[in-house]
Each structure stands twice: as structure tokens, then as C-alpha cells.
């Protein structure tokens, strides 16, 4: 943490665009930032690719489809961010495992800025709100919620869809800064993955459980996977 802190401060210092900042950045403002940089922006997406690749060994036929994908579109170079607007499935399965597995639960606090009303609910100012995200993502609002179906974020004609009750990185201007970059790494994640092996449960093992692990994130209980070689491949 102290290491991380020393080059972003560093990096301000030396900054040409923005030389005002590093006068008006605070070392506790700085220190925050830093905190939520390492905390939120890693753990978050590192349980979250887990979970990808628990609903990948459970699920054969949403496997399959990948490395078809992955092999018609990416084939054996390595991927690139610039592939994920030619990859809709591939981009649906993740969109898919942010739902049903959605690792933040309550998402980040907030803050009533001033009295509010939410039907006949009266939030005073100053009030903390949570959000119950993985209540949202897995209630009757969806069809079959506690299903594993990346198809309900394609539309008719093929193209990516993201429902109204979709909200894992949150809403509006105080949604989570880190959405771009964890959506980026998830990408890379599992194509670089898949290109190179189909995960299979050992055998004698059981399904790995999609129930969570409880804690400020939640996470997948252990299991066991097999890394094995595609035929194909960046190996």
C-alpha cells in the first residue's frame, strides 16, 4: 500500500497536464483512492473470474460456444481488448456471471445529500444507502433467475442488451469508477483462458456450488478444476 501510494503520488508530482493536482490532492484524499484502487478494484474482479470459470465447468454447452468464438474470431494470436466488439457471446457470458454471481452484494455505500422520498419511504439526509444488488440480480424480475442463461443479453438481432435492472457497477455519476477496467480484465481473463484450455470438474469431484462464500465480497467456495490443453490454441 505505501509502495502504491509513493508512485501515484510520484506520478502527480511529475505530471505535465495536470501539475495542479498534485497541490490540491490532500495525502489523505490520495491515501482513499489509493485504498479503494487496490481493495475494490482487485478483489472484486478476481472472485469474479473465478465464478467465470465456475459457471464455465458447469455449464458444457456455454464452453463450447466460447472456444467457438474465441477460435472464429481471435484463432491463435493473442487477444486484444479491440476483439470485444466482434465477441457479443463472449461479452454476454460475463455480463451473465456479473449478474448471478454479482461479488459486490451491496455495492458501495452512498449518502443522502438532502431529505428524499422513495415511495412512502422518507430518507433523511445524511442517511447511509446500500443497494441490495444481489437480491436485484437474482429476483422474479428476471425469467429463471438462478439460472445460468448468457442468451437473455442478446437481443433478437444479435446485439448486446443490458436490462434496466442490470446494475452491478451501480448507477448515475457515483457508479463505480472501475467499471471500464474490470469489464476489460474479465475480458482477457477468460479469452486468454479458453483459447488455451477447457476446464473440466476432476473426476469423483461434484459440481462446483454457485452458493457464495459470505464477506464484504462475495466469493466461490473452494473446488477443483482440470486445466486441460485445447488442441488449439495460444499454449
Not at 465447468?57 to 476483439?83: K, N, T, Y
Not at 454471481?101 to 451491496?106: D, E, P, R, W
Not at 479458453?194 to 469431484?205: K, R
Request: proline fraction near 7%; hydrophobic fraction near 40%.
Amino acid at each position: 500500500m505505501h509502495l502504491f501510494y509513493c508512485l501515484t503520488r510520484r506520478a502527480l508530482l511529475q505530471s505535465n497536464t495536470r501539475p495542479h493536482l498534485a497541490a490540491t490532492v490532500t495525502d489523505a484524499e490520495l491515501q482513499v483512492v489509493c485504498l479503494d484502487l487496490l481493495q475494490a478494484g482487485m478483489e472484486t474482479v478476481s472472485n469474479t473470474a473465478v465464478f467465470l470459470a465456475l459457471h464455465c465447468m458447469r455449464d458444457e454447452d456455454v464452453q463450447m460456444r466460447l472456444h467457438r468464438e474465441i477460435d472464429d474470431v481471435i484463432g491463435e494470436r493473442v487477444p486484444q481488448l479491440a476483439d470485444r466488439g466482434r465477441m457479443v457471446y463472449t461479452e454476454a457470458v460475463i455480463l451473465e456471471a456479473l449478474r448471478i454471481s454479482s461479488v459486490a452484494a451491496v455495492g458501495i455505500p452512498h449518502m443522502a445529500v438532502q431529505d428524499a422520498q422513495l415511495g412512502s419511504y422518507i430518507i433523511p439526509r445524511g442517511t447511509f444507502i446500500l443497494l441490495a444488488l444481489h437480491d436485484l440480480h437474482n429476483g422474479p424480475q428476471w425469467e429463471d433467475p438462478h439460472v445460468f442463461n448468457p442468451e437473455r443479453f442478446i437481443s433478437n438481432s444479435g446485439k448486446l442488451i443490458s436490462p434496466d435492472s442490470f446494475l452491478p457497477f451501480g448507477c448515475g455519476r457515483r457508479r463505480c469508477i472501475g467499471e471500464a477496467l474490470a469489464r476489460s480484465e474479465l475480458f482477457l481473463f477468460l479469452t486468454h483462458l479458453l483459447q488455451s484450455f477447457h476446464l473440466e470438474t476432476p473426476p469423483g469431484d461434484p459440481q462446483p456450488s454457485t452458493d457464495p462464500v459470505n464477506g464484504v465480497t462475495l466469493s466461490a467456495k473452494p473446488f477443483r478444476a482440470v486445466f486441460k490443453p485445447r488442441a488449439t490454441g495460444f499454449n
